[in-house]
């Protein structure tokens, strides 16, 4: 076993722990049902907000495109905009 990892927890505490996680999803999902279409776009747009000013989210500008995605994104404009296409 490696010496930096520490011990897993009891079998008991994982099992409480998972409990625990299964409730306050069905919490969260209750409270988000009963939310209307305008507060869940507000919600999203305020948890979008959080995570940009972590600065974990990659700037669309600056991050690379992999060549599978270029690809179905030229396929995809030859399909639909075939006046667009330029690369």
């Known amino acids: 076993m ?3 990892r520490s011990p897993m927890p009891p ?3 994982i ?3 998972r409990e625990g996680l299964r409730e306050l ?3 969260t999902r209750a409270e988000r049902l009963q939310m209307s279409y305008a507060e869940r776009l507000h ?3 305020q948890l979008y907000a959080f995570w940009k000013s972590l600065g974990l ?3 669309p500008d600056t991050r690379p495109m992999c060549e599978r995605w270029i ?3 030229r396929r995809w404009i030859e399909r639909h905009m075939p006046s667009k296409v330029n690369f």
């Open 2 to 4: 490696d010496a930096t």
């Open 11 to 13: 079998a008991e505490a």
């Open 15 to 17: 099992r409480r722990w």
């Open 25 to 27: 999803e069905a919490l």
């Open 43 to 45: 919600a999203i747009g």
């Open 57 to 59: 989210l990659p700037d």
């Open 71 to 73: 690809e179905a994104k």
